[in-house]
Antibody, heavy 124, light 111 residues
Framework: QVQLVESGGGVVQPGRSLRLSCAVS????????MYWVRQAPGKGLEWVAT????????YYADSVKGRCTVSRDNSKNTLFLDMNSLRPDDTAVYYC?????????????????WGQGTMVAVSS | VVMTQSPLSLPVTLGQPASISCRST???????????LNWFQQRPGQSPRRLLY???NRDSGVPDRFSGSGSGTDFTLKISRVEAEDIGIYYC?????????FGQGTKLEIK
C-alpha cells in the first residue's frame, strides 16, 4: 500500500542544521510532486515546500525560504528537507505528503496521502 | 493567498448538522478551469486526512454525511449529522496557486 515514512527529527540547538527524510513506497515516486507541511505544537498546518517530480520546480514558504532546501533521490524513493539556521519557531511536526503525478491527476491525488510526521524541537 | 475559516470553534450536538466556512483572498479557479480547494480532518494525535478535493469530491471511505460546496473565494464544508468520530480539527487548503495555503483550522467538539 501507499506509505510515507518521515525520519530525521530530534532536538537541535538554535542555529544548527537538520536533514529530514521521507521514505516512500507503494507508488512510482519519481512521477509525483511532493510536499512538506509542518505543524507547531497546538497550532495549525503550515505548508513548507513543494518539489516537482524532476526537481525543476521548487517553492518555499516565506518562513523557511533561504534556510531550507527540498530535494529528492528518485533512485531511493526518498524526499529530503535540509533545514539550516534553525530557530525555536521551527519547532513542529514535519509531514511529507504526496502531490499529483506529472501525467495528470489534476488535483485528484494531491495531499491524499500523508506520513506520520517527525518531530523537530529547536531548543538550547 | 490567505485562507480564513469560521468559526474557529464549533460545538455541536450529536446528530445535528455542522457547517464550516472557508474564504480565500483570491479566486481559487485555476487557469485549467479546476478549483483546487480541499478539506482535511485531523483527529487528535493523527496525521491530517483528506476528506474532499476540488471543492466537492469525497475521498474513498469518507461518509456521505460530509459534503463540500462553493466557488471562487467562498467555500463550505457541511456535515449533515455529526457523529462522535467526527471530533477533530478541520482545515481547508488551496493548491490552485503555487504557494499552498491552509486555513487556521476549525475545532469541532461535541456539546
Amino acid at each position: 500500500q501507499v506509505q510515507l515514512v518521515e525520519s530525521g527529527g530530534g532536538v537541535v540547538q538554535p542555529g544548527r542544521s537538520l536533514r529530514l527524510s521521507c521514505a516512500v513506497s507503494g507508488f512510482t515516486f519519481s512521477s509525483y510532486t511532493m510536499y512538506w507541511v509542518r505543524q507547531a505544537p497546538g497550532k495549525g498546518l503550515e505548508w513548507v515546500a513543494t518539489l516537482s517530480e524532476d526537481e525543476t520546480t521548487k517553492y518555499y514558504a516565506d518562513s523557511v525560504k533561504g534556510r531550507c532546501t527540498v530535494s529528492r533521490d528518485n533512485s531511493k524513493n526518498t524526499l529530503f528537507l535540509d533545514m539550516n539556521s534553525l530557530r525555536p519557531d521551527d519547532t513542529a511536526v514535519y509531514y511529507c505528503a504526496r502531490g499529483d503525478p506529472w501525467f495528470g491527476g489534476q488535483g485528484d491525488v494531491a495531499f491524499d496521502v500523508w506520513g506520520q510526521g517527525t518531530m523537530v524541537a529547536v531548543s538550547s | 493567498v490567505v485562507m480564513t475559516q469560521s468559526p474557529l470553534s464549533l460545538p455541536v450536538t450529536l446528530g445535528q448538522p455542522a457547517s464550516i466556512s472557508c474564504r480565500s483572498t483570491e479566486s481559487l479557479v485555476h487557469s485549467d478551469g479546476n478549483t483546487y480547494l480541499n478539506w482535511f480532518q485531523q483527529r487528535p494525535g493523527q496525521s491530517p486526512r483528506r476528506l474532499l478535493y476540488k471543492v466537492s469530491n469525497r475521498d474513498s471511505g469518507v461518509p456521505d454525511r460530509f459534503s463540500g460546496s462553493g466557488s471562487g473565494t467562498d467555500f463550505t464544508l457541511k456535515i449533515s449529522r455529526v457523529e462522535a468520530e467526527d471530533i477533530g480539527i478541520y482545515y481547508c487548503m488551496q493548491n490552485t496557486h503555487w504557494l499552498v495555503s491552509f486555513g487556521q483550522g476549525t475545532k469541532l467538539e461535541i456539546k
